[in-house]
């Protein structure tokens, strides 16, 4: 017998630059080598809001989110990593496990997932969205965490332990592991190294809080907004500077000896705010992006700093990880208080006040925060 379709409430994108819409709609049961997932929080991240506002393309509708936790509600045939029951950490960048870039620890740049995020399609070529009119709905990253019950592959989630707080594993599923990740493995932070963190979102912080566990002995911090500056000295920036009210570069370079920091993280995904880091950058240092960026964005980089001053210009896409692997070392090192989780949360809001989250976000009145669902 085939299973029905459950019900399931979810924030649905109809139109680029229009508010999300809180809608009913049928999640199709998992197929082979499939799970469904009970979404128990999910994170309100910009990079949903760049979809939101049109900067990154997609097929609409869609169902956003792709930062969340949750607990698994069904399985399909074959599935043999996961059981009903099993809490779980969606992973937005599905991998194959057996290309090349999977082979070579970096499943992050897989086909496979980078297929899903640009589709919206199940590797399948389907949806198991519909409305209640029966119009298929896309999937964003191929796990959705913006609806109440969210079907996808066996793959795409990682199995943590029950008692683990699933606020915080939300947390750790993006923001914590893309910027602690980009410190330790995309630029490979050294001791005693000076770091600059331009941009103090969720990203950003967790940069920063890499950066100090890295033994960074000047971590400074970048933003126009007075609280994220007050966030980041919690999360160990020992610098602040305010960009609305002084020159960044300038600002980097004298509280660095007129050098420019080793490291420099840009966490905005701006042509400027690169720009920027990439001049902060001293010579023979690195400077490694992080923020997404719309699709056609270019920025000018001096190609002589480039040569002469042999400095590094690096991407990182889900902080170079290996999510099946990281994700559990990053709730140890909670656990060893070695990772701040609780000082991240700002905010929880109902699945109802999405808008209002995602209007909080852009305002810079919160360093992070979640959809609860259930509460």
Same mark, same amino acid.
């Given at each position: 017998?085939?299973?029905? !379709?459950?019900?399931?409430?979810? #924030?649905?994108?109809?139109?680029?630059?229009?508010p $999300?819409?809180i809608e009913?709609?049928?999640?199709?049961?998992?197929?082979?080598?499939?799970?469904?997932?009970?979404?128990?929080?999910?994170?309100?991240?910009?990079?949903? =809001?760049?979809?939101?506002?049109?900067?990154?393309a997609?097929?609409? !509708? /869609?169902?956003l989110?792709?930062?969340?936790?949750?607990?698994?509600?069904?399985?399909?045939?074959?599935?043999?990593?996961?059981?009903?029951?099993d809490?779980?950490?969606p /992973?937005?960048?599905?991998?194959?496990?057996i290309c090349? =870039?999977?082979?070579?620890?970096?499943?992050?740049?897989c086909?496979?997932? &980078?297929?899903?995020?640009? &589709?919206?399609?199940?590797?399948?070529?389907d949806t198991?969205?519909?409305?209640?009119s029966?119009?298929?709905?896309?999937? =964003?990253?191929g796990?959705? &965490?913006f609806?109440?019950?969210?079907?996808?592959?066996?793959?795409?989630?990682?199995?943590i332990?029950?008692?683990?707080?699933?606020?915080?594993?939300?947390?750790i599923?993006?923001?914590?592991i893309t910027?602690?990740?980009a410190?330790f493995?995309?630029?490979?932070?050294?001791?005693?190294a000076t770091?600059?963190?331009?941009?103090c979102?969720? /990203?950003?912080?967790?940069?920063?809080?890499g950066?100090?566990?890295a033994?960074? +002995?000047?971590i /400074?911090?970048?933003d126009?907004?007075?609280?994220?500056?007050?966030? #980041?000295?919690?999360?160990?920036?020992?610098? $602040?500077?305010?960009?609305?009210?002084t020159?960044?570069?300038?600002?980097?370079?004298?509280?660095?000896?007129?050098l420019?920091?080793?490291?420099?993280?840009?966490?905005?995904?701006?042509?400027?705010?690169i720009?920027q880091a =990439?001049?902060?950058?001293?010579k023979?240092?690195?400077?490694?992006?992080?923020?997404?960026?719309?699709?056609?964005? +270019?920025?000018?980089?001096?190609?002589?700093?480039?040569?002469y001053?042999?400095?590094?210009?690096?991407g990182?896409?889900?902080?170079?990880t290996?999510?099946?692997?990281?994700?559990?070392?990053?709730?140890?090192l909670h656990?060893?208080?070695?990772?701040?989780?609780?000082?991240?949360?700002?905010?929880?809001y109902?699945?109802?006040?999405?808008?209002e989250?995602?209007? #909080?976000l852009?305002?810079?009145?919160?360093?992070r925060?979640l959809?609860?669902?259930g509460?």
């Amino acid at each position: 017998m085939i299973p029905a !379709p459950m019900k399931a409430r979810a #924030a649905v994108l109809r139109e680029p630059g229009k508010p $999300l819409t809180i809608e009913e709609v049928e999640v199709l049961p998992p197929g082979v080598g499939e799970i469904t997932v009970r979404m128990k929080a999910a994170g309100v991240c910009h990079s949903d =809001y760049h979809v939101m506002c049109g900067d990154l393309a997609m097929p609409l !509708p /869609i169902i956003l989110g792709h930062e969340g936790a949750g607990v698994v509600e069904a399985v399909g045939e074959g599935v043999t990593s996961l059981a009903v029951g099993d809490h779980v950490i969606p /992973i937005w960048r599905t991998s194959c496990g057996i290309c090349e =870039y999977c082979a070579n620890g970096r499943p992050a740049l897989c086909d496979v997932g &980078t297929a899903m995020r640009f &589709t919206g399609l199940m590797p399948d070529g389907d949806t198991r969205f519909r409305s209640s009119s029966g119009e298929s709905i896309r999937h =964003y990253a191929g796990v959705s &965490t913006f609806s109440e019950l969210t079907t996808m592959p066996e793959a795409s989630a990682v199995k943590i332990p029950a008692d683990f707080d699933l606020k915080k594993a939300a947390l750790i599923g993006c923001g914590v592991i893309t910027g602690v990740g980009a410190v330790f493995n995309t630029a490979e932070v050294r001791l005693g190294a000076t770091v600059a963190v331009i941009g103090c979102g969720g /990203i950003g912080l967790n940069a920063v809080q890499g950066a100090a566990m890295a033994g960074a +002995t000047e971590i /400074i911090a970048v933003d126009v907004h007075a609280k994220k500056l007050e966030d #980041a000295a919690r999360m160990g920036a020992s610098q $602040l500077v305010n960009a609305g009210e002084t020159d960044p570069v300038e600002a980097i370079k004298a509280l660095t000896g007129g050098l420019g920091a080793d490291y420099t993280f840009e966490a905005i995904g701006l042509a400027p705010t690169i720009e920027q880091a =990439y001049a902060a950058t001293r010579k023979g240092g690195t400077c490694t992006v992080i923020g997404i960026s719309p699709a056609d964005m +270019t920025a000018s980089i001096n190609v002589n700093q480039l040569v002469y001053a042999e400095k590094t210009l690096k991407g990182s896409l889900y902080g170079s990880t290996r999510p099946r692997i990281d994700l559990l070392k990053l709730i140890e090192l909670h656990r060893h208080k070695r990772l701040l989780l609780d000082e991240l949360l700002t905010r929880t809001y109902a699945l109802d006040e999405i808008n209002e989250a995602y209007s #909080a976000l852009t305002k810079g009145e919160v360093a992070r925060s979640l959809i609860v669902y259930g509460e």
